[in-house]
């Protein structure tokens, strides 16, 4: 089993910063990579950012050049930083964990506003 903790959100203005973190316990050792969702009110949960355990990322198209996924620290957690914050980053932000099998854990997720 593989607990996950997401946590960092906040309200910021736009053009702001924020950093979010996420960390993995439990069997760590299965897992082979660490992403971010996520989900806007009345919106389809989309993807943000993956890190693999080789260290290897990407982040998606609407983010690029604004947010960086990163390890912070070990290979069983991952940093979000996101600059330059627009009203449409605001969603509930989740990490996940995803190991050899395929199976995601999902954080609780942490709310991100940003205000016009």
């Known amino acids: 089993q593989v607990l996950v903790d997401d946590s960092g959100g906040g309200t910021v203005q736009a053009g702001g910063s924020l950093r979010l973190s996420c960390t993995a316990s439990g069997r760590t050792d299965s897992l082979y990579a660490m992403s971010w969702f996520r989900q806007a009110s009345g919106k389809e949960r989309e993807f943000v950012a993956r890190?693999?355990?080789?260290?290897?990322?990407t982040v998606a198209d609407s983010v690029k050049g604004r947010f960086i996924i990163s390890r912070d620290g070990a290979k069983d957690t991952a940093a979000l930083q996101m600059n330059t914050l627009k009203p449409e980053d605001t969603a509930v932000y989740y990490c996940?964990?995803?190991?050899?099998?395929?199976?995601?854990?999902w954080g609780q997720g942490t709310q991100v506003t940003v205000s016009s």
């Open positions: 890190i693999w355990t080789s260290g290897t990322a």
């Open positions: 996940v964990a995803t190991d050899y099998a395929n199976n995601d854990y």
